[in-house]
């Protein structure tokens, strides 16, 4: 019987021919990767007291399963640590609302940390309600499509340029992409659910969409012209290299944030659930926990904005004259969260915009604003200057 | 997309009590609209028919949760014209004050609806945080918080308590530079002003076409308030100045209403100067002899008005009462058509909606 100590080796997984990232080094693959030996090793051990001598225990602590099970982890890692940076944000959010609106805040747990884990489970416990005249099919897989592809882009999003799920060539565009789906889904949602308030609330979705899209999609093009490439690792290293855009590109940053706040649905921009006239919009016939994950969700994408504008405009994970910077994951959403927090500040000021505004701002103000930012990444990459 | 109407109540976000606004909606932009009440009808005044005189003030007090001293003020006004009873003038201050700082909170308390209304949560909070001083002034007045029973029929129920004035002034002062803290979240505020300004226009002549009174007419350049030209208790004996705005807008109303604050303060503060010694409140005679009486004054919301028809008993034979919401939902159509969904909440906040006096 061989000691657990020969199946547990906490091998270096790049040393494994299957590796999937080349040369670059993968943390949460490698914590996948441990784990599984952990894990693996035990089950190995144990099987191999059972019925010493047999042929599983070798494969299960082998290349290939080892592989492929630091992958399936790897993405369980990715998503928890989203989760709780998720969880921090809405405590974060909520805290400083507090502080602004003079009120209390969150108070279950330490700090009132476990709040949102309590409303999520109070959520969890309601009743599947399905509206009897809705199209079931409409109103189930845009909900499901809204919240899945919330967490597929929060969780393209690197932290570091060891923290990624994938490393794209067309990083950028791939979560842009994801990014845009959500607003077409709640379209079918507001169609779907047969009720006047979200039909409302959904064409109201369909008018702000192609007033922010368009600026922010020039914006993600003026980036990645001035950067040369739509990879983020390349993107944060040419900030790292020359200056962060946020200086060169003040407009473009400003533009973004508008924007992004519109594309995560926050006040001033949150017109397709505007509680005040449309009761709660196009979220309106969604009970339970579906209610709970579009809330959750609307988070992802707030998270998902603030880290494009740290990684497009704030340098990523990178400080400037700190050589390799400690701890990069950490500097990633410390800037995340400076982001979220403006955002959070403009929600406790501002009140919600009409419909009709918000197209001139798209239009005439913003999308200017934005070519404006081309503009000048062209004048300076033609000059030279960057 | 055709036409369709859309129901916004009685249960719904936007409207403040069961009431239901049906407006028909082209896209976005309003064609029609029709405020349909009666959800809250208690048969009030047919209550009071039953009730000897005393008994109707706290009933009073329930015709609007957030101006029951305004409220009882006028029953016990026309009340004690039927008896043709004076009130002692130190009552008559004390019911001035009183008044004021039910104005104050009524306000407060329209702020902060239509901070939500607008979708922003501080101005909600911030302004009932300042309302709760005054509740605080009302509990140490009269003992309770809003259903205040104070005035009385000949005067009111008990005198100023102990340090009452110093508290008074105290949370006067205060409240005039807080209130600046909430102006800078609306007037210096671009999205707010462009919320308001604009939308839910109405001219002078509309105005007095569709009856409106108190904030929602002086904001459309009307110069009149029941407290100046038909003055009663010491409002004439008092140097202040009547809030009017030229906008006719919904931002006209809440310049208005805002001002009114201001220049209720400084009513508190001189009558708190020029208050006199002497009795609080008179004898008033159990019967009332047989006639009509009609009494007004200016209410928060605007001019109520009470019609009392006594027949020498101790209960009225009939008492109607004119609530000034009654009439000013009834311009909801007027304000609201041709502007866009999102401005309903904007425009209706302004009118400052209170159902229990509305469906009495």
Redesign the interface.
Same mark, same amino acid.
């Given at each position: 019987m061989a000691p657990i100590s020969n199946w547990v080796t906490f091998a270096n997984p790049m040393d494994n021919p299957l590796y999937q990232f080349g040369a670059v080094y993968n943390l949460p693959y490698d914590v996948g990767y441990k784990i599984w030996q952990l894990l693996g090793g035990l089950i190995a051990w144990l099987l191999d007291v059972l019925v010493p001598g047999n042929g599983v225990s070798l494969w299960l602590v082998g290349n290939a399963v080892s592989n492929a099970l630091a992958l399936v982890l790897m993405i369980i890692v990715v998503f928890a640590v989203c989760f709780i940076v998720n969880l921090t944000m809405i405590w974060i959010e909520r805290k400083v !609302?507090g502080r =602004? /609106?003079?009120?209390r805040a969150t108070r279950i747990g330490p700090l009132g940390y476990l709040q949102c884990l309590g409303d999520g489970l109070k959520t969890f416990l309601k009743e599947h309600i399905v509206p009897d005249k809705a199209d079931t099919k409409g109103y189930m897989w845009a909900v499901s499509i809204i919240i899945g592809s919330s967490v597929l882009v929060a969780g393209m999003i690197p932290l570091s340029y060891r923290f990624f799920l994938a490393d794209y060539g067309s990083g950028l565009l791939i979560i842009f992409g994801l990014f845009s789906i959500a607003p077409f889904m709640i379209l079918v949602a507001g169609w779907s659910q047969n009720n006047?308030?979200a039909l =409302?609330g959904g /064409?109201?979705a369909a008018a702000q969409m192609i007033s922010y899209e368009v600026p922010m999609l020039v914006v993600f093009a003026s980036v990645a012209l001035m950067a040369g490439s739509f990879n983020i690792n390349e993107i944060v290293g040419y900030q790292n290299d020359n200056v962060w855009f946020i200086v060169p590109q003040i407009i473009g940053f400003v533009v973004f944030m508008i924007a992004a706040t519109a594309e995560a649905e926050r %006040?001033?921009f949150? =017109?397709p659930e &505007? +509680? &005040? +006239? !449309?009761?709660e919009g196009w979220q309106t016939e969604y009970g339970g926990m579906k209610w709970g994950l579009i809330m959750l969700s609307d988070y992802f994408r707030g998270y998902v904005a603030c880290a494009l504008g740290a990684i497009m405009f704030l340098g990523g994970w990178t400080l400037p004259f700190v050589d390799d910077s400690f701890l990069p994951e950490i500097v990633f959403l410390l800037k995340v969260i400076l982001l979220f927090f403006i955002m959070v500040w403009t929600r406790? $000021? =501002?009140? @919600? %915009? @009409? $419909?009709?505004?918000i197209l001139n701002i798209g239009w005439k103000i913003l999308l200017p604003l934005a070519v404006l930012n081309l503009f000048v990444v062209v004048v300076l990459k033609v000059g030279g200057l960057v | 997309m055709s036409k369709m109407w859309v129901t916004m109540g009685p249960q719904h976000p936007f409207s403040h009590g069961l009431w239901t606004l049906k407006v028909q909606v082209d896209g976005e932009v309003i064609q029609d609209a029709e405020p349909v009440i009666g959800y809250l009808h208690r048969g009030w005044e047919k209550e009071c028919e039953n009730r000897t005189y005393p008994q109707i003030i706290p009933m009073a007090d329930r015709l609007c949760y957030s101006a029951s001293m305004t409220w009882s003020h006028l029953y016990c006004k026309v009340a004690e014209e039927a008896m043709e009873i004076e009130v002692p003038e130190r009552a008559q201050y004390i019911r001035v004050i009183a008044d004021e700082i039910c104005r104050i909170q009524s306000h407060l308390m329209w702020l902060a609806a239509m901070g939500t209304d607008l979708g922003n949560l501080t101005i909600f909070l911030w302004a009932l945080r300042e309302r709760e001083w005054f509740l605080d002034l009302n509990v140490k007045l009269c003992g309770q918080r809003l259903t205040t029973n104070f005035p009385r029929i000949g005067g009111v129920r008990n005198d100023m308590p102990y340090l009452f004035e110093r508290d008074l002034m105290r949370v006067v002062d205060l409240f005039e530079k807080r209130l600046w803290d909430i102006i800078a979240l609306t007037d210096d505020n671009a999205i707010f002003m462009s919320r308001m300004q604009g939308v839910g226009h109405v001219t002078r002549k509309e105005a007095a076409n569709l009856g409106l009174t108190g904030p929602s007419m002086r904001g459309c350049g009307v110069n009149f308030d029941v407290r100046r030209d038909d003055p009663y208790m010491v409002y004439d004996e008092l140097d202040w100045e009547v809030a009017v705005c030229d906008d006719g807008d919904s931002y006209g109303r809440y310049k208005v209403r805002i001002e009114e604050m201001f220049q209720s303060c400084e009513i508190i503060r001189q009558a708190v100067a020029k208050m006199p010694d002497g009795p609080t409140r008179v004898k008033a005679p159990r019967n009332v002899p047989e006639g009509t009486h009609v009494a007004r004054l200016e209410d928060p919301r605007g001019e109520s008005l009470m019609y009392l028809v006594s027949d020498g008993t101790d209960r009225p034979y009939r008492l109607k009462v004119r609530s000034p919401i009654f009439v000013n939902v009834s311009a909801s159509k007027r304000l609201v058509q041709g502007g866009r969904m999102a401005d309903v909440p904007a425009i209706m906040g302004t009118i400052d909606m209170c159902l229990g006096e509305t469906d009495r």
């Amino acid at each position: 019987m061989a000691p657990i100590s020969n199946w547990v080796t906490f091998a270096n997984p790049m040393d494994n021919p299957l590796y999937q990232f080349g040369a670059v080094y993968n943390l949460p693959y490698d914590v996948g990767y441990k784990i599984w030996q952990l894990l693996g090793g035990l089950i190995a051990w144990l099987l191999d007291v059972l019925v010493p001598g047999n042929g599983v225990s070798l494969w299960l602590v082998g290349n290939a399963v080892s592989n492929a099970l630091a992958l399936v982890l790897m993405i369980i890692v990715v998503f928890a640590v989203c989760f709780i940076v998720n969880l921090t944000m809405i405590w974060i959010e909520r805290k400083v !609302l507090g502080r =602004l /609106m003079d009120r209390r805040a969150t108070r279950i747990g330490p700090l009132g940390y476990l709040q949102c884990l309590g409303d999520g489970l109070k959520t969890f416990l309601k009743e599947h309600i399905v509206p009897d005249k809705a199209d079931t099919k409409g109103y189930m897989w845009a909900v499901s499509i809204i919240i899945g592809s919330s967490v597929l882009v929060a969780g393209m999003i690197p932290l570091s340029y060891r923290f990624f799920l994938a490393d794209y060539g067309s990083g950028l565009l791939i979560i842009f992409g994801l990014f845009s789906i959500a607003p077409f889904m709640i379209l079918v949602a507001g169609w779907s659910q047969n009720n006047k308030y979200a039909l =409302l609330g959904g /064409m109201r979705a369909a008018a702000q969409m192609i007033s922010y899209e368009v600026p922010m999609l020039v914006v993600f093009a003026s980036v990645a012209l001035m950067a040369g490439s739509f990879n983020i690792n390349e993107i944060v290293g040419y900030q790292n290299d020359n200056v962060w855009f946020i200086v060169p590109q003040i407009i473009g940053f400003v533009v973004f944030m508008i924007a992004a706040t519109a594309e995560a649905e926050r %006040i001033p921009f949150d =017109l397709p659930e &505007a +509680e &005040a +006239e !449309l009761v709660e919009g196009w979220q309106t016939e969604y009970g339970g926990m579906k209610w709970g994950l579009i809330m959750l969700s609307d988070y992802f994408r707030g998270y998902v904005a603030c880290a494009l504008g740290a990684i497009m405009f704030l340098g990523g994970w990178t400080l400037p004259f700190v050589d390799d910077s400690f701890l990069p994951e950490i500097v990633f959403l410390l800037k995340v969260i400076l982001l979220f927090f403006i955002m959070v500040w403009t929600r406790g $000021t =501002l009140c @919600r %915009i @009409r $419909t009709d505004q918000i197209l001139n701002i798209g239009w005439k103000i913003l999308l200017p604003l934005a070519v404006l930012n081309l503009f000048v990444v062209v004048v300076l990459k033609v000059g030279g200057l960057v | 997309m055709s036409k369709m109407w859309v129901t916004m109540g009685p249960q719904h976000p936007f409207s403040h009590g069961l009431w239901t606004l049906k407006v028909q909606v082209d896209g976005e932009v309003i064609q029609d609209a029709e405020p349909v009440i009666g959800y809250l009808h208690r048969g009030w005044e047919k209550e009071c028919e039953n009730r000897t005189y005393p008994q109707i003030i706290p009933m009073a007090d329930r015709l609007c949760y957030s101006a029951s001293m305004t409220w009882s003020h006028l029953y016990c006004k026309v009340a004690e014209e039927a008896m043709e009873i004076e009130v002692p003038e130190r009552a008559q201050y004390i019911r001035v004050i009183a008044d004021e700082i039910c104005r104050i909170q009524s306000h407060l308390m329209w702020l902060a609806a239509m901070g939500t209304d607008l979708g922003n949560l501080t101005i909600f909070l911030w302004a009932l945080r300042e309302r709760e001083w005054f509740l605080d002034l009302n509990v140490k007045l009269c003992g309770q918080r809003l259903t205040t029973n104070f005035p009385r029929i000949g005067g009111v129920r008990n005198d100023m308590p102990y340090l009452f004035e110093r508290d008074l002034m105290r949370v006067v002062d205060l409240f005039e530079k807080r209130l600046w803290d909430i102006i800078a979240l609306t007037d210096d505020n671009a999205i707010f002003m462009s919320r308001m300004q604009g939308v839910g226009h109405v001219t002078r002549k509309e105005a007095a076409n569709l009856g409106l009174t108190g904030p929602s007419m002086r904001g459309c350049g009307v110069n009149f308030d029941v407290r100046r030209d038909d003055p009663y208790m010491v409002y004439d004996e008092l140097d202040w100045e009547v809030a009017v705005c030229d906008d006719g807008d919904s931002y006209g109303r809440y310049k208005v209403r805002i001002e009114e604050m201001f220049q209720s303060c400084e009513i508190i503060r001189q009558a708190v100067a020029k208050m006199p010694d002497g009795p609080t409140r008179v004898k008033a005679p159990r019967n009332v002899p047989e006639g009509t009486h009609v009494a007004r004054l200016e209410d928060p919301r605007g001019e109520s008005l009470m019609y009392l028809v006594s027949d020498g008993t101790d209960r009225p034979y009939r008492l109607k009462v004119r609530s000034p919401i009654f009439v000013n939902v009834s311009a909801s159509k007027r304000l609201v058509q041709g502007g866009r969904m999102a401005d309903v909440p904007a425009i209706m906040g302004t009118i400052d909606m209170c159902l229990g006096e509305t469906d009495r």
